[in-house]
């Protein structure tokens, strides 16, 4: 039998306690708990003792210098003791989920899934092992998902895989959070709110005292502005995170609409301001919330992605910078022109908080039914290639969004039943696992294990996938504000986007594998539950099929 030890009674090093027996126990090994107060520190026992400690208790009681970065954590092994040891409560309950993997072999791939492989480590004497993530920053932003359930069985899969953020619309956290936030805060995870939640915040306020519901150009106004309004915003957002302290960060953003060049003078800087504001009022009551601005190209425009010279940076706030209409089929250093000039607005955003001692986090779009569609591309090389080359470029976080699919009037019926959930996860597994510091080897070669004996077939699949659906997203941009899913609302000439002919060639591709009866999706008629990695593999690619087909129709009409 094993002794689990604990130093801490911090409530998520309790929960790392209660992981690591169960764990433990459905491997079939037994274990006893006990906290400091029953450790000696020669084990004259015969069995093992696992020891969950914070880095500076160990290094003060083991006369060490063992040093972490961000929310890593290291795993000593030492006669008979192993010391998990983290830089903050969280890191030890990563370091937890890691030793299982390693001597059990607990894979964590699919939600709500805990595989065992049968190939463990075998540890040595004195052996340390050091784990510290790519970036600080690491999570998923939720705007609209009012689903529970599915965020806690997000939350559970996220932080076992080494996320530590969740982001939530003020909206969407007022309608979850009753059911979300002990499962935040059991794991010590970092929680941002804002998003597009102005018009939500004034509604709010607007109930209590009666104030004037504000029009859409009068939104972007209201940041520009030193209102009283602004001041009943901030104080309505100090009172939101008055309620819950697992609330560590602010990230409020203008409406989702573009600026014209007439109003485009100054919004940045008087927003960033704004920020500051609230930064200050966030200092007096709840000072460990940060604040951040977002710099975002919203209805294309230029205006509010690239800085003008006018344009200071904070001493106080950190910023979020997100470029929509990419081409996923291209790298952020194509040398295309939109990407091009992205990447150039990204850079000096970056050199400008370097030096005012601040950090800058990108927002990117894996796992965006809306963007991406439901002819949706599996990115595994974009971002394993993307992470690397944002942390080149000293990019502190990276965020990945995630957006159901998207139910227009006039919606296909095929539409109904799409697995998007399942469908969008690869790519966020992906991103989480590379975000965390892992090897791109290992992380598919792991994925890929849920298909047995056909997991090279369907990596295959999957690159072959990449490359041809991904160059959909370069019409985004051309197409804007419809996609290349949003044929009936184009009322001009496309013929020279060659539109149809790149939809043909996805269908070629397609016809490629054999599908077999799931073209039907009659699969889905089935409880999920009894349906294997391989058939949902099988329905997202019949989805595929009909939805080219469906699209290609519909834009050769207007050929």
Known sequence: MDKIIYWDTHETVLFAVEELERLMMA????????????????????FTRIILIGLEEYNSFMGENIRLQKDGFAIVHSERDTWIIGNEPRSILYGVYYYCRERFGYRWIELEEEVVHSVVKKWGKDEVYIHEPLFGRRGNILETIDDPAYINSLIDWGVKNGQNEYFFTFFLWDSIKTYVAPELQKRDVRVTLGGHSLSYLLKEIQKEDSSENLQEEEKLKFFAEDTILQEKVIQKIVDI?????????????????????????????????????????????????????IVYNAGLSWNMLERDHETEISNEVNALYAYWGRDYSTSIDSGESRQDRARRALQDWIGQVEEKGRSLTVLEYYSDHFMLSEIFPPLVTRIQQDLQAYKELNVDGVLNLIVPIHHKKGSPKLLENYPWKWIHHLNNYVYTRIAWGERFEDIVEEYFTIFNEEKSQFYSIILQLESMVSQHTKYNAPLFPARIVDPEKVTEQVKDLMIVAYLEQIETLLDKWDLGDVESLDTLERNDSTLSSKDMMLIYLAYLKKSVKLYSDAWALKE
């Not at 090994?29 to 004259?44: H, M, P, Q, V, Y």
């Not at 960060?249 to 504001?277: C, H, M």
């Open 241 to 293: 995170c008055l309620e819950s302290n697992i609330i560590t960060r602010i990230s409020l953003w203008p409406e989702d609409v573009g600026i014209d060049e007439k109003n485009a003078e100054g919004f940045l800087q008087t927003y960033i301001r704004f920020t500051e504001k609230l930064k200050v009022a966030l200092n007096e009551k709840v000072p460990h919330v940060e604040a951040e601005y």
């Open 27 to 46: 491997a079939g090994t037994k274990s006893s708990i006990g906290d400091r107060a029953l450790f000696t520190k020669r084990n004259e026992e015969k």
